[in-house]
């Protein structure tokens, strides 16, 4: 087991979500696919301080992307590669991870730059494809472009020397690699350039779910599998998670954290099914707020 610091860390709700540094996607080079689908699919569910709390194998394995043991050992090759860190939670048989180097937590972190991963072509067949050294390059590409804010010109030359020695390829590979880009990015070549520009159609379609719906819905999963609350309807898990929305602010006035908060109701609930005018019964017991049955979700 890799040891890490104590999960901790409860920004949510600030628009830093689903994003990767561009320190972190300089790590991409190194990595192969299995490596790469799971840190993407931890940077689902960070927090805005980079950690992911819970994360089962269950929802690595989800759609056949990887079996048990893959998790087990594509946890352990991100963690010596010095991509993330992880603590494993012997009662919950989880796994609290920190993606190391993405924290967003202070002001000036936006100007380090990120790729914002909350699009549909991440989770497209063309982008799962992909070799995982195409996927690396296709994110320094979109680091180059500034996601669509400019193009990125270079000498050909210049390119091949450059990705050759990050990729670790030969110019052949490196030919045939741009030739799969195509479909992500308009590529030419003018007076011994290349012109490489961000394809809007490609990657401008966001995922119907927005970053923090997404994240509020895997605290509430992941809160409901570690205390044994049933699951059996996807509506409760959305009404639970519009309850983080709505109590933040005041447990956020009463010192307290309104995760924190949903653990301990959800502590109360073990074995039931969850329900989420009981969860909002809880919470506002919680903060000393007068409950009425009246008072809308």
Not at 38 to 58: F, I, S, T
Not at 181 to 202: C, E, H, P
Not at 248 to 271: F, M, N, P, T
């Amino acid at each position: 087991m890799h040891s890490s610091p104590i999960y901790k860390g409860r920004g949510i709700l600030r628009g830093r979500l689903m994003k990767l540094k561009y320190k972190v996607i300089a790590k991409f080079t190194m990595m192969t696919n299995k490596e790469i689908a799971l840190l993407m699919l931890a940077a689902q569910y960070q927090d805005e301080h980079g950690h992911v709390k819970g994360l089962h194998h269950k929802y690595a394995c989800q759609g056949g992307t990887m079996c048990k043991q893959t998790f087990y050992n594509v946890l352990r090759s991100l963690a010596a590669k010095g991509v993330i860190s992880y603590k494993h939670n012997v009662l919950t048989g989880d796994y609290d991870i920190i993606i190391l180097d993405n924290d967003f937590s202070y002001p000036s972190s936006y100007q380090e730059g990120y790729v914002n991963l909350n699009r549909k072509v991440f989770s497209s067949p063309g982008f799962k494809k992909l070799r995982a050294k195409e996927k690396a390059l296709l994110l320094l590409l979109l680091q180059r472009t500034h996601e669509n804010r400019s193009s990125y010109q270079i000498g050909t030359k210049k390119f091949y020397e450059k990705y050759m020695a990050l990729l670790g390829v030969t110019k052949h590979v490196l030919r045939g690699y741009l030739h799969s880009l195509k479909k992500f990015f308009s590529i030419g070549v003018k007076d011994g350039k290349y012109f490489i520009t961000f394809l809007w159609r490609v990657f401008g379609e966001r995922r119907a779910e927005s970053e923090v719906d997404q994240y509020l819905g895997y605290i509430v999963r992941t809160g409901c599998r570690r205390n044994k609350v049933i699951v059996d309807s996807d509506t409760e898990v959305k009404d639970v998670a519009q309850l983080l929305k709505q109590y933040r602010q005041a447990a956020r006035e009463a010192g307290r954290d309104i995760i924190d908060i949903l653990d301990d109701s959800l502590a109360v609930c073990k074995k039931l099914l969850l329900n989420g005018k009981y969860i909002h019964k809880l919470i506002r017991q919680e903060l000393g707020i007068e409950y009425r049955l009246t008072r809308p979700l």
